[in-house]
C-alpha cells in the first residue's frame, strides 16, 4: 500500500514537472487546424465586412446631408451621427393608417434638433415603406424647446 501512494506520488511529480513545460498560451497558428476555437470561417468574415461597409456608407450618406447645417461640420458631424445613432426612439405602429411612426428624443442643443427636424423632413418626403411591410415610416423629433 506504501508502495502504491510513493508511486502515485511519483507520478503526480512527473506529470507536475510535464505541465510546467507545457506554455500557457500558445499563437493560433500553432493550433491544430479543426480546435482554434475563434477563427472566423471566411464567409463570416467577409459578412462582418460588409455589414460595416454598409453602416459606414450609411453613416457617411447621413452625415453629408447634415452638414449642410453645421458651418464647421467636418469637426462635429460625425460625433453628431452618432448621438443620433444612440438617441433614444419610440415606434408606434398604426396598421389600419399603414404608417410607422418613428419618434426620435431631442438631442443635447437646439441646433442638433433643428438638424435632425430638417433631415426627418427630408426622409418623410421620400415616403419610404418599410421593409417587407405596408407600413410608411414617419420619423419625427419631439417637440422640445432647449434654449
Do not use: G, W
Not at 45 to 53: E, G
Not at 90 to 116: C, F, G
Amino acid at each position: 500500500m506504501i508502495e502504491e501512494i510513493k508511486e502515485m506520488e511519483e507520478d503526480i511529480e512527473k506529470l507536475i514537472a510535464k505541465r510546467k513545460t507545457i506554455p500557457c498560451k500558445i499563437p493560433i497558428s500553432q493550433m491544430p487546424e479543426n480546435t482554434r476555437y475563434n477563427r472566423l470561417h471566411q464567409e463570416s468574415k467577409t459578412l462582418q465586412n460588409i455589414i460595416k461597409m454598409i453602416c459606414y456608407r450609411a453613416e457617411t450618406a447621413l452625415a453629408s446631408k447634415l452638414a449642410l447645417h453645421y458651418k464647421r461640420a467636418d469637426h462635429e458631424i460625425r460625433a453628431l451621427v452618432k448621438s443620433i445613432t444612440q438617441a433614444t426612439i419610440n415606434l408606434d405602429v398604426d396598421n389600419h393608417k399603414k404608417l410607422l411612426t418613428i419618434t426620435i428624443y431631442p438631442l443635447s442643443n437646439q441646433r442638433s434638433v433643428e438638424a435632425v427636424r430638417n433631415i426627418c423632413d427630408m426622409v418623410n418626403e421620400m415616403q419610404t415603406i418599410y421593409p417587407d411591410t405596408n407600413l410608411k415610416m414617419c420619423f419625427k423629433i419631439l417637440n422640445v424647446d432647449l434654449r
